[in-house]
């Protein structure tokens, strides 16, 4: 039995981060969030190169394809190989099939190759700000679909927030932009409410203590993960969508996800709510009427029945009419070979992790 659905769009990726499964520990124990990002994803993604951030892309988009996800909405950051990032990214993308959004994650963290401990809104601009910029700036210029990106306000200066706003406007798109994540960022609401713009994505929004312009990202696995909190994004008068924060594209997967927190939060709530969040993303890829997905249970257009039965998985994969997946192997390029240039890329990538 099989049912026939829209395919997915996971709407906030970090597809750098494909490859961090089995990286080196951290010397120490993350006791907080920032802690974490100090301490894993920080330190992965200075690490990152243009050939490795290929197939991390690569590996990210064919698993997010063979799970019914054929666009991807994606922020990323790799300081020390920025310039030329989002082509690399939108190549190993198309390469494998799956339409993307793509931004380059501006923020002023990085002077040069040094970290700084701490930005404050009146701390100058850095260099590697300024960089990122030329990269959303450059990418969009030449036709790429994408939006500005910006880290998060707490690593950002007021200068470096005006300038991103300035330069979506000038480029007809949003900012992609993580918002009040964890405490960290707490003074986000404060510092984007008379930036922020209807096209913006606010991604996380846990902490978030207005109401501000734009589409919330709800990343339900990762705020868990993080353990930040609890979003409940309904409290909010925004459209909703859903993102993974790096951890995987299965959006069925991580729509039970969100289910099962927001029941949790409240007992009033149903399926249909989170089943409306998965579509809100499609709004930023109108071809995807023309994408469809064969599931291995023949009720997966029903809300209920998709919150209460794990292990459906993705049968088929059409791609504006074109079979691209078929009993669940991809049918135009080869997942080993995929798989076996990744793991080259994540032993080069963790090697030279274990070194710092």
């Given amino acids: 039995?099989?049912?026939?659905?829209?395919?997915?769009?996971?709407?906030?990726?970090?597809?750098?981060?494909?490859?961090?499964?089995?990286?080196?520990?951290?010397?120490?124990?993350?006791?907080?969030?920032?802690?974490?990002?100090?301490?894993?994803?920080?330190?992965?993604?200075?690490?990152?190169?243009?050939?490795?951030?290929?197939?991390?892309?690569?590996?990210?988009?064919?698993?997010?394809?063979?799970?019914?996800?054929?666009?991807?909405?994606?922020?990323?950051?790799?300081?020390?190989?920025?310039?030329?990032?989002?082509?690399?990214?939108?190549?190993?993308?198309?390469?494998?099939?799956?339409?993307?959004?793509?931004?380059?994650?501006?923020?002023?963290?990085?002077?040069?190759?040094t970290l700084r401990s701490k930005v404050s809104p009146l701390s100058p601009m850095t260099d590697g700000a300024v960089r990122g910029l030329r990269e959303n700036e450059r990418f969009l210029q030449a036709g790429g679909r994408g939006m500005v990106g910006v880290h998060a306000s707490f690593t950002c200066t007021d200068e470096t927030l005006d300038r991103a706003t300035a330069l979506a406007a000038s480029m007809n798109t949003g900012v992609h932009i993580h918002v009040a994540e964890g405490l960290d960022d707490k003074e986000a609401g404060a510092r984007l409410e008379n930036r922020a713009e209807d096209n913006w994505l606010l991604i996380h929004a846990v902490h978030l203590d207005r109401q501000l312009s734009g589409t919330i990202v709800h990343n339900p696995r990762s705020n868990m993960n993080n353990s930040v909190g609890y979003a409940n994004p309904v409290r909010f008068s925004n459209d909703i969508a859903i993102g993974t924060d790096g951890i995987g594209a299965d959006m069925l997967e991580e729509a039970r996800l969100a289910y099962v927190r927001l029941r949790e939060s409240d007992v009033t709530q149903t399926p249909d709510t989170v089943w409306k969040w998965l579509q809100t993303a499609e709004k930023f890829f109108p071809e995807i009427v023309d994408d469809t997905v064969t599931w291995s249970y023949d009720n997966s257009d029903s809300p209920w029945h998709v919150a209460f039965t794990p292990g459906i998985r993705c049968v088929e994969v059409r791609v504006n009419g074109q079979l691209v997946v078929n009993n669940g192997t991809p049918t135009q390029f080869d997942m080993n070979e995929i798989r076996s240039k990744a793991s080259e890329a994540a032993t080069k990538l963790h090697k030279k992790l274990a070194l710092r």
């Fill in 1 to 113: 039995m099989s049912f026939e659905t829209r395919a997915m769009v996971c709407a906030h990726h970090h597809l750098y981060s494909s490859l961090a499964r089995g990286m080196p520990a951290p010397d120490v124990t993350p006791r907080s969030f920032l802690s974490i990002l100090e301490n894993v994803w920080w330190r992965l993604d200075v690490a990152l190169d243009l050939d490795t951030l290929y197939w991390s892309a690569a590996l990210g988009a064919a698993e997010a394809l063979c799970n019914g996800t054929t666009a991807i909405i994606d922020h990323h950051e790799s300081p020390m190989a920025i310039d030329g990032s989002l082509d690399v990214i939108a190549d190993a993308c198309s390469m494998i099939g799956v339409k993307t959004n793509l931004s380059y994650g501006v923020t002023d963290r990085w002077d040069g190759a």
